[in-house]
């Protein structure tokens, strides 16, 4: 990598640290923070898709944002089969890297199976550290054989470090409610925003993230929170019988 290739990746992480620093700025939710990092994760490292998996209440990681579905399905794929790059990164709290199918054959033969007919052949893992604990991983999906670069790794482990603190930042704005309390809730709250996402994305003729950026500007022009903004959408659109959402754009 040249000169201005190296300026213009540190750029691109300055950015994005930028865009996800707001959520802390102003703050707000776990669940907002987990969409702009794995949505930055996706683009600086040229992935197909990219996942967030974080500690549940009963200490089992849990998909708190993915970019698609199919990083999802993946990841609820490794959850139920208990095996993957991203369990054992969550299991063991250092990054776990698989470059090729081969390789993912070899160590977890079931998710192999599911990322190849996913059309993913590459998968990498980052730890979400907090002290000596391992609150979640930041999980990269490719769809062409490879081991990142070291300037990819620098920027996958940065972005992990940077989500940690995130997290844990907001927990400690968040009057006395203890970080578990918040994950949960955001897991809990995913449901019913990502049908939020799927009426605004199918009303006003948007790509799901576009979606998921007016369901947020709602929210803040409200004042509400994003769970609650979201409930309203579908529930308003359950009470029109399924026509056009009468959810304005903000």
Known sequence: MDRSSVDLAA????????DVALVLAEHGEPLDLAHRLV?????LLSASAAALLVEGADGSPEVLAATDGRARVLELFQLRDEQGPCLDGFRSGRPTTSPDLADLRRRWPRFAEQAERAGVVAAHSFPLV?????IGTLNVFRDAPG???RVEADVARSLAAFGAVGITQLQ????????QEQLQEALDSRVVIEQAKGVLAERHGVPPDEAFARLR?????RRRRLREVA????????????GRSPVPSP
């Open 11 to 18: 750029d691109a992480v300055a950015a994005a640290v930028s």
């Open 39 to 43: 949505r930055h994760c996706a683009h």
């Open 130 to 134: 907090v002290g000596e604990r391992t």
């Open 147 to 149: 081991a990142l670069t």
């Open 172 to 179: 400690d704005v968040a009057a006395g409610r203890r970080l």
């Open 217 to 221: 500007a709602l929210a803040r022009g």
């Open 231 to 242: 409930q309203e959408v579908v529930d308003e659109v359950a009470a029109a019988g399924g």
